[in-house]
């Protein structure tokens, strides 16, 4: 059975010269679009469903080196991983068995 890992990433461009960095993170979330990665965009990160560790390390590379191209020279990152071997779970199920208990 394969089971995603469901993973939250936060990306804080630093040194930008603006306290806005929307750009930054659309051009970020571009990375998981153009890689076909189901994707949900919150207001303080982004979640995501991916195969693999290994995958997720590439991942961030690919993220991290567009910033760079864009002229980010120093980037904050923060990742938070669920790596349920349980049982099989997405996204849409960890938010449906908050929103649907009494």
């Keep these: 059975m394969h089971m ?5 990433v936060a ?4 040194g930008t010269g603006s306290p806005s ?5 659309r051009a970020a979330v571009e990375v ?9 965009i919150g207001p ?3 979640s995501f469903e991916i195969s693999s560790l290994r995958e997720l390390g590439c991942l961030l ?3 991290h080196d567009e910033l760079h191209r864009l002229g980010v020279m120093r980037i904050v990152t923060t990742v938070r991983i ?3 071997r349980d049982k099989e779970i997405d996204m849409e199920y960890k ?7 009494p």
């Design 4 to 8: 995603p890992l469901i993973v939250e």
């Design 11 to 14: 990306v804080d461009p630093i």
């Design 21 to 25: 960095v929307g750009d930054y993170i």
């Design 32 to 40: 998981l679009r153009k890689r076909g990665i189901k994707h949900w």
């Design 44 to 46: 303080m990160g982004t």
């Design 61 to 63: 590379q690919e993220i």
């Design 82 to 84: 669920d790596d349920r």
């Design 95 to 101: 938010v449906r068995r908050v929103q649907n208990r």
